[in-house]
């Protein structure tokens, strides 16, 4: 992975003395509630519900088990003893102090992490697929790209007062698992006629108020001009987004009024003048930072190991969660494992201290020493022998990170919602726990298959509600908590808005509106079919009529 | 003592800053609404009689709104031809028409350029189009909410004069011109991203070297 040179540290250690700063002026008074927030939001702090919430930066979900061991230690230290993992593949603290942060930025540092432009109107995380570089279906490691975009962004100046959030993904594989679609830009590499490597540059998606999926405004970009190019979207964009009214702030916004075709006009324009200007990406820097993420490491191995067939057929739970928790790896004899965290009664994406640390002493004996952060709140060892599986098994059993439910039904997405978040409408959390106790019945779970669940406590979004399978969305009526459901999101290639069912629900009613989607499911399913398959073909009514029914007294 | 920053010291300030009268709150947010989504100014936020009788100092060095300089070019045009007038813009205001209201873009010893709200950053936009597409030699002030945590921001995107905020003390501003050393990417003060500026190593050579500039760049 990346390894911090003296300039990308003074960077950081520079970063953590402005904000300690800035902290101290503003406990000192100088700096009033209004001026301050934009810079700390800048800086991952929010002001939440209970306490402050500080969300700590992973780039692209990567990193090593130095970087983890000290987040576990930080946990400990300066919070309740867990970290939660979000949707943005970072890592938030729930209850820092917030005279406290720049301590923590300072401890971070050592480690060579931070907090920068993980909230506030800026450029934020740039996220990818977490098979990234491992993925059988990849055309090109799209990390490379993400790390000279991520240095670009970092404390631009030009784009440190947007009018809202600008959100990047990058996807290098065929199947694209970046969600390119749903981000203010995304940048879908494909190999062109000629065999060379483009862009397809997406512009204006994005989930939230307003879910729309991004329009192609480039089918052809050179990769070299990456950053002139973005950098002309995001002036444009910074020029004329609207500011009078955050909820229509986003560039979707701007697409859509101007057009897609007027919006591309006006970026190509402004792109003319800076086309191979200086920040023109050359082969070298790319090459530099590539060097980072091709390291000759793995063995050469058969794609056969005589001990894993065998521990499966000896042990049926093992055989459970290798079905389930283990992905296909480019290179013979290896796998990638993700450690579920989503245990029936635990927050969906929490782990604890003890946690933190024993899946970074697992990535340090049969990984790399690397780990990396799913968008669906897992932890994801990437470079696991075959032979190794069942000890990485046995590990994660003891430590409660061996649920066998990676992509079924209780692997649910889930924002922190209103136990913690000052912005949400209802409570998510204990609506995944209600639909996991429904669903307990593990063969039941592995019958149903493959099925995302996504829950957002309020239209921001932040639970990816909109490209679920089923996605529960919190919404306030009258003051009280409510629930809309939909279905038939999908991410992906073929990303898809859900649509809504009808009229919303309270909370305890949820689970059963849950498991009647799922009986129409089985009722109607083809022997291949999964959930949204069966969705496909059959459409909305079946699943309405079912779950709106009328009780039969 | 003078709430202006100019070439990284405090300077005494000639200038004076002409502005209008403030429009109703709301005439104002409907407008930028509009600006902002269909790239027109709509009505000027000031009336033709506010910019008729506004005052306009008879002698010294003044820096005008866009839209009074429109409405007045005849009567300040001796003025300016002896560098008398600079001409000052909103964030909302569109460059098309600073440019278009005069002969010479450079014929202006400054501009100005008003963040109405700290975290508005159209202003940094307007200040490297000015720099970049315009190539515009002179001063390049920012007015209006001027704080020093975005000062470094604003130097890079081309800006060398900032009327720092009145209530704040342009002493411990200075040295947030300093806040990096060595920024990741190019901007106006110097276009050059940072692996141009250093021969930055890969990952082979990392653990054993350090890296040593090539050559000195204006980075202050
Ligand atoms: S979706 Fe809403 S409730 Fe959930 S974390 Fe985001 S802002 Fe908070």
Redesign the interface.
């Given at each position: 992975m990346y390894?911090y040179?003296?300039?990308d540290q003074?960077?950081i250690d520079?970063?953590v003395a402005?904000y300690r700063d800035?902290t101290r002026r503003y406990l000192a008074g100088e700096l009033t509630d209004d001026?301050y927030r934009?810079?700390r939001l800048q800086n991952g702090l929010y002001i939440q519900r209970h306490a402050p919430m500080l969300r700590i930066a992973v780039p692209y979900g990567l990193m090593n088990s130095r970087q983890l061991h000290k987040l576990a230690d930080i946990t400990r230290r300066y919070d309740k003893g867990y970290g939660h993992f979000s949707t943005r593949q970072n890592l938030q603290l729930n209850w820092p102090k917030l005279e406290d942060v720049p301590d923590i930025l300072a401890e971070l540092a050592t480690v060579q992490m931070h907090a920068i432009q993980t909230s506030g109107?800026c450029i934020r995380a740039i996220t990818t697929d977490q098979f990234a570089g491992i993925a059988p279906d990849e055309i090109i490691d799209p990390r490379p790209m993400i790390e000279i975009l991520r240095?670009?962004?970092?404390?631009?100046?030009?784009?440190?007062?947007?009018p809202r959030k600008f959100k990047l993904a990058v996807s290098g594989s065929k199947q694209d698992r970046a969600l390119v679609q749903a981000h203010d830009i995304g940048l879908e590499f494909y190999l062109d006629a000629a065999s060379r490597l483009a862009i397809r540059v997406w512009v204006g998606g994005g989930l939230g108020r307003t879910p729309i999926l991004g329009t192609v405004i480039r089918e052809h970009l050179e990769w070299q001009h990456a950053?002139t190019y973005c950098e002309a979207i995001l002036?444009i964009y910074?020029?004329?987004?609207?500011?009078?009214?955050a909820y229509k702030a986003r560039i979707k916004i701007?697409v859509k009024?101007l057009g897609a075709e007027e919006f591309a006009r006006q970026v190509e324009a402004e792109w003319a003048?800076?086309k191979d200007?200086?920040?023109t990406i050359?082969q070298?820097?790319y090459?530099?930072?590539a060097?980072?993420f091709t390291?000759n490491r793995h063995s050469t191995l058969t794609d056969q190991d005589a001990s894993f067939e065998a521990a499966k057929i000896a042990e049926p739970s093992f055989a459970a969660w290798a079905r389930r928790n283990v992905h296909g790896h480019k290179i013979p004899g290896y796998r990638a494992v993700t450690f579920s965290l989503k245990p029936t009664g635990i927050a969906p994406g929490d782990a604890s201290s003890a946690q933190l640390d024993a899946m970074a002493e697992l990535a340090e004996r049969y990984s790399f020493g690397e780990l990396r952060v799913s968008h669906e709140q897992n932890v994801i060892l990437a470079d696991v022998k075959l032979s190794d599986l069942h000890a990485v098994w046995q590990a994660a059993c003891q430590h409660g990170l061996a649920t066998p439910n990676i992509g079924l039904l209780t692997d649910i997405i889930c924002c922190p919602g209103g136990d913690f978040c000052s912005l949400a409408n209802a409570k998510s959390i204990p609506i995944a726990t209600a639909i996991q106790k429904k669903f307990d019945d593990l063969d039941y779970l592995h019958d149903i298959g493959d099925i995302e669940l996504n829950i957002s406590g309020c239209m921001n979004s932040c639970g990816h509600h909109h490209v679920g399978h089923i996605g529960v969305l919190g919404v306030d009526k009258d003051g009280s908590e409510w629930y809309q459901i939909t279905v038939g999101g999908q991410q992906g290639s073929n990303a898809n808005i859900g649509k809504v069912i009808g009229p919303s629900f309270a909370a305890e009613e949820v689970p059963e509106v849950v498991a009647k989607l799922i009986e129409t499911y089985i009722a109607e399913r083809t022997a291949e079919e999964h959930f949204i398959d069966t969705f496909g073909r059959i459409g909305i009514a079946p699943f309405k009529n079912q779950v709106y029914a009328k009780e039969v007294a | 003592m003078s709430n202006l920053i100019k070439h990284n010291g405090i300077a005494a300030d000639p200038w004076t800053l002409v502005s209008l009268p403030a429009p109703a709150e709301d005439t104002v947010?409907?407008q930028?609404?509009k600006v902002?989504?269909?790239?027109v100014t709509g009505e000027p936020a000031a009336t033709q009689e506010q910019l008729q009788t506004a005052v306009i100092p008879a002698t010294g060095n003044v820096i005008v709104p866009l839209t009074l300089w429109q409405a007045r070019k005849d009567e300040l045009a001796s003025r300016a031809a002896r560098g008398e007038i600079g001409i000052w813009l909103e964030s909302y205001e569109l460059l098309e028409h600073l440019l278009a209201s005069v002969s010479d873009i450079n014929s202006l010893p400054v501009i100005g350029i008003n963040f109405p709200r700290?975290?508005?950053?159209?202003g940094?936009?307007?200040a490297?189009?000015l720099r970049?597409?315009h190539h515009y030699r002179h001063e390049l002030r920012a007015i209006g909410d001027v704080?020093r945590?975005?000062l470094?921001?604003?130097?890079?995107?081309g800006f060398d004069a900032f009327s720092l905020r009145a209530d704040r003390s342009t002493e411990d501003a200075l040295a947030s011109l300093r806040?990096?050393?060595?920024?990741?990417?190019?901007?106006v003060d110097n276009?050059?991203?940072?692996?141009?500026r250093?021969p930055?190593?890969?990952?082979?050579a990392?653990a054993h070297s350090?890296?040593e500039p090539t050559h000195d760049d204006e980075v202050d």
């Open positions: 390894i040179d003296d300039i003074r960077l520079e970063r402005q800035q001026e934009p810079l109107s240095q670009w962004s970092s404390f631009h100046p030009e784009f440190a007062g947007l950053l002036r910074n020029l004329y987004g609207r500011r009078d009214n701007l009024a003048l800076h200007g200086p920040s050359t070298n820097e090459d530099r930072v060097s980072f390291t | 947010r409907k930028a609404g902002v989504i269909f790239k700290f975290a508005d950053g159209r940094f936009s307007l490297v189009q970049t597409r704080l945590d975005q470094y921001f604003m130097k890079r995107c806040d990096f050393s060595e920024p990741y990417q190019g901007s276009p050059l991203p940072v692996w141009r250093y930055r190593v890969g990952h082979h990392l350090k890296t």
